[in-house]
């Protein structure tokens, strides 16, 4: 990009070749700044310089996307000797548009992995609906700042580089000239489409093209971002993706009434009594149920959690729990309804709000006040319209709160929430279900003033905070009349990235602790699988109460699963003492992890996983759909 381009094709040509260049450039470093902040999942140090590789790969299929416009209309207007001014001006902020967007997702990509551990995706769309909240999430947390930063230099610089231009031809092209400039822009252009295309063969080129190793930091930091976002959006998109096609419906239905022991009916395919005992010491009890935010299992017995470990201990304590997906809608239709996730689809938003009967709408036909209480805005996800209609009768957001109250863009701090929750909950006579979502373990991190952490990093310290604030609610709690005749029941909303992930899904994003706690309870620690869909048929079993359920619940303290399963954005699992299997319904990867390593022998067991997990989301998803088209 310099004053001594020549008058002639070339000097354009050269001048599109430089921004496809600077592309790549700018992308690999930005890759590199990946590859630095997250050194510390790195698994195999001596591969890594594949990843780089594929890497340039993956972005050189962005920078075709970006290149064949400009080079199509810069090869018309050098062939005809016409409007080459505009086809250069055209290039200039067409590349500095797209190029900027390119980048700036890249850069954006850096945060967002090091957090969820994969690359962004389309389910960041559910957050366009809440520009403010996002926006304060985005501006509330200093780590997200050298991102944007680096993002305004880059912009800055490609600003500044656009403006050195080739000049322009001053006079019309020969007719042997025109035909080698439109048959060279030919060639160039198939050559553009074929780097879209990005390989050879009977399909483009796909996310899986970027896995070649066990390390599954490596195999994510090949793909890039922006192309991740596209193809996952797009395949959101097509008709085939729009539901999961794992297996025939009917098969799935049959097989999850088997392994669930369901006979159903024929509107009603997983229909069964759930027969509560009328004489549990617990009968009849008043329900507080605790999502914590990002609580992952991984989190407890680290010195940071040292109530909740505590609590644990005195509690009816499940370790082997997972959560539905990790997301907090995810933990919220299944824990109150007893559904699993759909990937990253969010099953409480849409245009027409569905209707379920899960614990709240079972509580309150037995006569319970029903009160959701969360920190942020009412609308966010859908909530309020989707809990009202499903069974709370009252839901409390950061519009109830005062306003000097609300630390960022996810409102209220949790030690102000559970106080709010405690005061009204003095004003309810009737037994009541409570449901309290906490948020402080959420960035951007917001330590309070009158809290004291003793880590020095601020992951850590928002983590004895939740803790601390959870201390504080039990210690006003206890004071109150209605203590004794309470099952408390505490869980996480989905896991977090905590220390060196084994593979593409980390067990700590899903493994969340499940606690029922009262003093009418006998502590015991149970080993088996548990699930967020089975606190509600747990729930109403200690409560004594006959309901009929409809759903994916297990009763933990009268059956056991033969294994957990749970999903991950785009990814799906199964897993047994030994085994896990994973699967890209998208992609149709598998990967098989015995005892965390991966592996290639696929015994009947692994088989066996495969099948339940596939029967039991192919039948959510046939469930869901004819409760949504009825």
Same mark, same amino acid.
């Given at each position: 990009?310099?004053?001594?381009?020549?008058?002639?094709?070339? !000097?354009?040509?050269?001048?599109?070749?430089?921004?496809?260049?600077?592309?790549?450039?700018?992308?690999?470093?930005?890759?590199?700044?990946?590859?630095?902040?997250?050194?510390?999942?790195?698994?195999?140090?001596?591969?890594?310089?594949?990843?780089?590789?594929?890497?340039?790969?993956?972005?050189?299929?962005?920078?075709?996307?970006?290149?064949?416009?400009?080079?199509?209309?810069?090869?018309?207007?050098?062939?005809?000797?016409?409007?080459?001014?505009?086809?250069?001006?055209?290039?200039?902020?067409?590349? %500095?548009?797209?190029?900027?967007?390119?980048?700036?997702?890249?850069?954006?990509?850096?945060?967002?992995?090091?957090?969820?551990?994969? $690359?962004?995706?389309?389910?960041?769309?559910?957050?366009?609906?809440?520009?403010?909240?996002?926006?304060?999430?985005?501006?509330?947390?200093?780590?997200?700042?050298?991102?944007?930063?680096?993002?305004?230099?880059?912009?800055?610089?490609?600003?500044?580089?656009?403006?050195?231009? *080739?000049?322009?031809?001053?006079?019309?092209?020969?007719?042997?000239?025109?035909?080698?400039?439109?048959?060279?822009?030919?060639?160039?252009? @198939?050559?553009?489409?074929?780097?879209?295309?990005?390989?050879?063969?009977?399909?483009?080129?796909? #996310? !899986?093209?970027?896995?070649?190793?066990?390390?599954?930091?490596?195999? +994510?930091?090949?793909?890039? *971002?922006?192309?991740?976002?596209?193809?996952?959006?797009?395949?959101?998109?097509? *008709?085939?993706?729009?539901?999961?096609?794992?297996?025939?419906?009917?098969?799935?239905?049959?097989?999850?009434?088997?392994?669930?022991?369901?006979? @159903?009916?024929?509107?009603?395919?997983?229909?069964?009594?759930?027969?509560?005992?009328?004489?549990?010491?617990?009968?009849?009890?008043?329900?507080?149920?605790?999502?914590?935010? !990002?609580?992952?299992?991984?989190?407890?017995? +680290?010195?940071?959690?040292?109530? %909740?470990?505590?609590?644990?201990?005195?509690?009816?304590? /499940?370790?082997?729990?997972?959560?539905?997906?990790?997301?907090?809608?995810?933990?919220?239709?299944?824990?109150?309804?007893?559904?699993?996730?759909?990937?990253?689809?969010?099953?409480?938003?849409?245009?027409?709000?569905?209707?379920?009967?899960?614990?709240?709408? #079972?509580?309150?036909?037995?006569?319970?006040?029903?009160?959701?209480?969360?920190?942020?805005?009412?609308?966010?996800?859908?909530?309020?319209?989707?809990?009202?209609?499903?069974?709370?009768?009252? #839901?409390?957001?950061?519009?109830?709160?005062?306003?000097?109250?609300?630390?960022? !863009?996810?409102?209220?701090?949790?030690?102000?929430?559970?106080?709010?929750?405690?005061?009204?909950?003095?004003?309810?006579?009737?037994?009541?279900?409570?449901?309290?979502?906490?948020?402080?373990?959420?960035?951007?991190?917001?330590?309070?003033?009158?809290?004291?952490?003793?880590?020095?990093?601020?992951?850590?310290?928002?983590?004895?905070?939740?803790?601390?604030?959870?201390? +504080?609610?039990?210690?006003?709690?206890?004071?109150?009349?209605?203590?004794?005749?309470?099952?408390?029941?505490?869980?996480?909303?989905?896991?977090?990235? #905590?220390?060196?992930?084994?593979?593409?899904?980390?067990?700590?994003?899903?493994?969340? *602790?499940?606690?029922? /706690?009262?003093?009418?309870?006998?502590?015991?620690?149970?080993?088996?699988?548990?699930?967020?869909?089975?606190?509600?048929?747990?729930?109403?079993?200690?409560?004594?109460?006959?309901?009929?359920?409809?759903?994916?619940?297990?009763?933990?303290?009268?059956?056991?699963?033969?294994?957990?399963?749970?999903?991950?954005?785009?990814?799906?699992?199964?897993?047994?003492?030994?085994? +896990?299997?994973?699967?890209?319904?998208?992609?149709?990867?598998?990967?098989?992890?015995? $005892?965390?390593?991966?592996?290639?022998?696929?015994?009947?067991?692994?088989?066996?996983?495969?099948?339940?997990?596939?029967?039991?989301?192919?039948?959510?998803?046939?469930?869901?759909?004819?409760?949504?088209?009825?």
């Amino acid at each position: 990009m310099t004053h001594t381009f020549r008058h002639s094709p070339l !000097s354009s040509l050269r001048y599109l070749l430089s921004w496809h260049a600077g592309g790549l450039l700018m992308l690999s470093l930005v890759r590199l700044a990946l590859f630095v902040a997250g050194n510390h999942f790195l698994q195999l140090p001596r591969l890594a310089p594949e990843a780089f590789l594929r890497g340039l790969w993956f972005d050189n299929v962005i920078a075709c996307y970006i290149s064949v416009v400009p080079l199509v209309v810069l090869t018309l207007a050098h062939t005809f000797g016409r409007f080459t001014r505009f086809a250069l001006r055209l290039t200039r902020w067409w590349c %500095l548009t797209l190029w900027s967007i390119a980048v700036g997702i890249s850069l954006a990509n850096i945060p967002y992995f090091l957090y969820f551990f994969k $690359n962004l995706n389309s389910s960041i769309w559910n957050w366009t609906e809440y520009g403010a909240t996002t926006l304060g999430m985005l501006f509330g947390e200093p780590a997200y700042y050298p991102p944007m930063l680096a993002f305004l230099l880059l912009v800055a610089a490609m600003v500044w580089l656009s403006r050195f231009q *080739p000049k322009q031809p001053a006079e019309r092209p020969t007719l042997r000239t025109a035909t080698a400039v439109l048959a060279g822009g030919l060639c160039l252009t @198939g050559l553009c489409v074929f780097g879209i295309r990005g390989r050879m063969g009977y399909n483009p080129i796909k #996310v !899986s093209a970027a896995y070649y190793c066990d390390d599954a930091f490596l195999n +994510q930091l090949g793909i890039n *971002p922006a192309f991740n976002l596209l193809t996952s959006t797009l395949d959101d998109r097509r *008709p085939e993706n729009r539901r999961l096609a794992l297996m025939e419906d009917a098969q799935a239905l049959g097989e999850a009434q088997r392994m669930l022991g369901r006979k @159903g009916t024929a509107r009603q395919p997983l229909l069964y009594k759930l027969k509560g005992n009328k004489d549990c010491p617990t009968a009849g009890f008043n329900v507080v149920i605790i999502l914590m935010e !990002s609580m992952s299992s991984d989190l407890m017995g +680290q010195g940071q959690t040292p109530f %909740l470990d505590s609590l644990a201990r005195q509690s009816v304590y /499940f370790p082997n729990t997972f959560s539905a997906g990790n997301h907090t809608n995810h933990g919220l239709y299944a824990t109150l309804y007893s559904y699993p996730a759909l990937m990253f689809r969010n099953m409480m938003k849409g245009s027409y709000t569905p209707r379920y009967s899960g614990l709240p709408t #079972v509580l309150r036909k037995h006569g319970y006040e029903t009160l959701f209480f969360m920190t942020h805005e009412k609308q966010y996800d859908n909530m309020e319209a989707f809990f009202r209609t499903n069974g709370f009768r009252e #839901v409390y957001g950061q519009e109830d709160y005062p306003r000097d109250k609300v630390a960022n !863009s996810f409102g209220v701090q949790d030690d102000f929430l559970y106080s709010y929750a405690l005061r009204r909950l003095d004003q309810t006579d009737a037994p009541f279900l409570a449901t309290l979502l906490s948020i402080s373990n959420h960035p951007p991190y917001v330590i309070p003033a009158h809290f004291k952490p003793r880590s020095e990093k601020p992951e850590l310290q928002i983590v004895e905070y939740a803790d601390w604030s959870l201390k +504080q609610f039990f210690r006003e709690a206890r004071k109150r009349a209605w203590f004794d005749r309470t099952i408390f029941v505490l869980l996480g909303d989905h896991g977090k990235l #905590v220390g060196q992930p084994a593979s593409e899904m980390p067990d700590c994003l899903n493994h969340i *602790p499940l606690i029922f /706690f009262s003093p009418a309870l006998t502590p015991q620690t149970r080993g088996q699988w548990a699930l967020q869909m089975d606190v509600q048929p747990t729930l109403l079993a200690l409560l004594g109460m006959e309901a009929g359920q409809n759903n994916f619940g297990t009763d933990l303290l009268s059956r056991q699963r033969p294994c957990a399963f749970y999903t991950s954005d785009n990814l799906i699992t199964a897993r047994d003492s030994l085994r +896990q299997f994973i699967y890209n319904p998208h992609t149709r990867q598998t990967t098989l992890l015995m $005892n965390g390593a991966p592996t290639q022998q696929a015994d009947t067991a692994f088989h066996a996983l495969r099948h339940y997990v596939f029967s039991m989301l192919q039948a959510a998803e046939a469930i869901t759909e004819k409760e949504l088209t009825q």
